[in-house]
């Protein structure tokens, strides 16, 4: 019988699962555009020049571009009014082409954030931040018309993994708007029993132990130890975080809120970072625009 200390957790490869999850989506608006000559149209739009949400915003729209999704690219300057975005969210609310509206976050600090968010369509709220779409998400028996892309994804990891949540004990790690609150409450939605651990949790180790599904979205570079995990547990790490490693090239490296050396001694299955979860995030982002895509086209 092998040792404990031979025990290896499964990768869940993230980028596997996106590209098959990918693969399904390209057919799907390719009998759209066959059936009903319309393919799904994803706008995005991008304030200013941050380096991180222009690399992301390129990535989406390569992505949309292999799916066979149209891309509506808005580039606006730092410097624009919040009166001007929100005029340009509802020229695209209008336009029957666009199916899914994205504005990339942050937004300046000029900018209301909450104000831009809610003037987008609920219809065409692919993110699903728009508070309806949240406040669906947390009511019993109401279904949001989007699903928030990288909860949506971590969900999705589980499934096509082959772990139930059902009657489960999950630990979500951070309460963020993007992916603590929103996975709670999908988790919540499929049955598990949801524990949110946060900045003021008293000693989070004992509580993360007892989890058999460990959401970790926390933003705090490998904070969870191998020890912290129950054996067999599976573990999500929605975590990037970069730490100096002057023997990369770029000076640094990503790593998650999940010490992957260690985690991988005892959980059952695991996520990696990279290619984990940000894959999927993407993935789930088209889902969201062809499903939204849809509902207009096929109506």
């Known amino acids: 019988m092998a040792s404990p200390s031979d025990h290896l957790a499964s990768i869940i490869d993230g ?4 590209q098959t999850i990918r693969s399904e989506i390209a057919a799907e608006v390719h009998q759209l555009s066959l059936k009903y000559g319309k393919v799904p149209g994803l706008a995005v739009v991008i304030v ?16 949309c571009a292999e799916v066979g999704i149209r891309s ?23 336009n029957p082409d666009v199916h899914g509206i994205l504005v990339q976050l942050p937004l300046p600090k000029h900018i209301n954030e909450e104000k831009v968010l809610t003037e987008i369509s609920i219809e065409k ?113 929605v975590g990037t975080n970069a730490v100096d490693d002057p023997s990369k090239k ?17 959980a059952g299955w695991i996520t990696p970072v990279p290619g984990g979860v940000g894959p999927m995030t993407v993935a789930m982002l088209l889902q969201n625009t062809l499903n939204g895509a849809k509902r207009v086209i096929e109506h």
């Open 72 to 94: 509506f690219d808005l580039d606006l300057p730092e410097q624009v009014s919040e009166a001007e975005v929100i005029n340009k969210v509802h020229e695209l609310n209008a």
């Open 15 to 18: 980028k596997a699962i996106a």
């Open 125 to 237: 709220d692919v993110d699903g931040f728009h508070p309806l779409n949240i406040g669906k998400l947390a009511m019993k028996g109401r279904e949001p018309l989007f699903l928030p892309c990288t909860p949506k994804g971590c969900l999705e990891l589980l499934s096509r993994s082959g772990i139930s949540i059902k009657g489960k004990k999950a630990v979500v790690v951070g309460r963020s708007n993007i992916v603590g609150l929103p996975v709670s409450l999908l988790l919540l939605k499929a049955d598990a029993t949801v524990t949110v651990v946060h900045s003021h949790t008293h000693q989070p180790e004992s509580i993360i132990r007892e989890a058999d599904i460990v959401i970790a979205a926390a933003g705090q570079a490998l904070m969870i130890k191998g020890s912290w995990i129950k054996p067999g547990a599976a573990v999500i790490d």
């Open 250 to 266: 770029s000076g640094y490296r990503l790593v998650g809120d999940v010490h992957f050396q260690e985690a991988c001694k005892t």
């Open 48 to 63: 200013g020049n941050r380096k991180d949400s222009q690399s992301y915003v390129s990535m989406k729209r390569k992505a």
